[in-house]
């Protein structure tokens, strides 16, 4: 309880980086001899330590080390070492994945001892979340590169990558993650509708960054408005064409039901969903179903919503062309029939939503050889009401 109320002390007073030391208080209240907070890097490749922290505490690459074990099934991971071992527990605010707090002890903890680190690793969590505005010491940590300004506006606009509710989760991914300008992606749990957006906009660099966030904030205006998806849609095609005229956007607006699973949306020029379904991969929805935003004056109709009835255990996977049109040393695309694979092959092997946007946007640059040539950002949604 004096290790809690330690902590807590921080959630009015104190900043982000003032927590290494409060936790190094701390530790012998819980059994260890050392504690600190490791972060997920933008890339999220790499665990680090959080500013602050001491000098001889060391960053751990998350694949084939405990800690990022830790971090890829959000369980707890343990390494012996000569005298006794280090701990290592998932940083979990929400669904979203953090980085991990290591623990340094002399001998493997108890059942009750370990459940008292995973309580204070949760408020850990809490207060990372809830001080990380207050100070750069977050994002200080999880650069590992210098962060253009076009990115920097848009990691800024956007919400936590993953986020689950009554069962229903979505998680979502960006790159090149320091230097992205024009993909995006936004969410809302509001009742018992999830709100879904994806977005590619035409350009690169600051002008596609501003488009982006005139196109998110008139998204959320819409949806806070009440405005339906057709009246949404046009909300945001009349304001881009007023302020950006001859620019365009495309975007899939989604909507699903998460009591009935019944799924809507608008495609605006944007490539199809996968629909995942038993392990095998669904014939696409209709896409698209409108011009993209930004251009459907050129049109007299009003966009076309599509619906869906999803089954409980179905994925969607929406994606921009960054993705599939990533093209290997030959010029060979990924294309939509990889990517499919890569999910369902990431399903079978029981890997976690979050885990799999992880592996596929590394899959991604890898396909590439290491450099993208377009933003890529992809968005899952899993019912399983």
């Known amino acids: 309880m004096e290790a809690v109320r330690r902590l807590l002390d921080l959630r009015h007073r104190g900043r982000a980086e003032d927590l290494p030391a409060v936790l190094a208080q701390a530790a012998p209240m819980l059994g260890a001899e050392t504690a600190a907070v490791l972060l997920i890097d933008y890339g999220q490749l790499d665990l680090c330590p959080l500013r ?8 751990w690459p998350v694949e084939g080390t405990p800690a990022g074990r830790a971090f890829t099934t959000a369980s707890d991971a343990w390494l012996a070492t000569d005298d006794g071992g280090r701990l290592w527990l998932p940083l979990l605010h929400g669904a979203e994945r953090l980085g991990v707090l290591e623990l340094g002890v002399k001998a493997y903890p108890s059942d009750e001892a370990r459940h008292d680190m995973n309580v204070i690793a949760a408020l850990v969590a809490e207060l990372i979340a809830s001080r990380r505005f207050y100070g ?12 253009q300004l076009a990115a920097e506006i848009i990691w800024n606009q956007l919400p936590p990558l993953t986020f689950a509710v009554d069962g229903t989760l979505v998680t979502a991914v960006l790159e090149p993650c320091y230097d992205v300008g024009g993909d995006a992606f936004d969410y809302a749990a509001n009742g018992d509708v999830l709100h879904v957006g994806l977005f590619d906009t035409v350009g690169h660099g600051i002008s596609a960054s501003a488009l982006t966030t005139l196109t998110l904030n008139t998204y959320r205006n819409a949806r806070r408005s009440g405005l339906s998806l057709v009246d949404t849609c046009r909300s945001i095609d009349k304001w881009i064409r007023a302020q950006y005229p001859g620019s365009f956007v495309t975007a899939l607006l989604a909507e699903l039901d998460t009591a009935t699973g019944r799924y809507r949306r608008i495609s605006a020029g944007h490539p199809a969903e996968l629909l995942l379904r038993g392990g095998r991969r669904i014939p696409s929805l ?4 409108t011009l993209p935003l930004g251009l459907e004056h050129m049109v007299t109709r009003p966009p076309a919503v599509v619906e869906e009835q999803l089954q409980p255990g179905d994925t969607l996977v929406l994606y921009t062309d960054g993705v599939t049109e990533a093209r290997d040393a030959s010029g060979t695309l990924f294309g939509p029939d990889r990517l499919a694979a890569f999910m369902l092959d990431a399903q079978a092997r029981g890997v976690s939503a979050a885990e799999m946007m992880r592996r596929l946007i590394h899959a991604i640059i890898s396909y590439e050889e290491g450099e993208l040539r377009d933003d890529a950002t992809a968005a899952m949604l899993q019912w399983r009401h």
Not at 52 to 59: K, L, W
Not at 140 to 145: G, V, Y
């Open 52 to 59: 602050g922290t001491d000098a001889g505490v060391e960053s």
């Open 136 to 147: 750069d010491a977050v994002e200080h940590t999880r650069r590992r590169l210098p962060m």
């Open 286 to 289: 209709p896409s698209p179903n």
